[in-house]
Nanobody, 116 residues
Framework: QVQLVESGGGLVQAGGSLRLSCAASGRIFSINAMGWYRQAPGKQRELVATITIGGGTNYADSVKGRFTISRDNAKNTVYLQMHSLKPEDTSVYYC??????????WGQGTQVTVSS
């Protein structure tokens, strides 16, 4: 079992910045990759960014150049730094972890609202 706790969401004006955090606990040594997904009302959940155990990163085209995913291994925490936020970035953001046995875990989600 892995527990993921997100924080850092909120309301921000367009063009502003936010940083999301995701603290992992439990079977952290079994985590192969972590990432952030988001889901807006009436839409499917979509990938935002991922980071592997080796440090490789991947981003959705819509956030490239604006968002950065990073991790602090000592704190078992993954971050999503978001700059130049747009109203279309408004979503619930979910932290995700994939373990070596291909099981998936999700956080409870944190709301990000970008006003125009």
């Amino acid at each position: 079992q892995v527990q993921l706790v997100e924080s850092g969401g909120g309301l921000v004006q367009a063009g502003g910045s936010l940083r999301l955090s995701c603290a992992a606990s439990g079977r952290i040594f079994s985590i192969n990759a972590m990432g952030w997904y988001r889901q807006a009302p009436g839409k499917q959940r979509e990938l935002v960014a991922t980071i592997t155990i080796g440090g490789g990163t991947n981003y959705a085209d819509s956030v490239k150049g604006r968002f950065t995913i990073s991790r602090d291994n000592a704190k078992n925490t993954v971050y999503l730094q978001m700059h130049s936020l747009k109203p279309e970035d408004t979503s619930v953001y979910y932290c995700h972890a994939r373990l070596s046995d291909i099981s998936d875990y999700w956080g409870q989600g944190t709301q990000v609202t970008v006003s125009s």
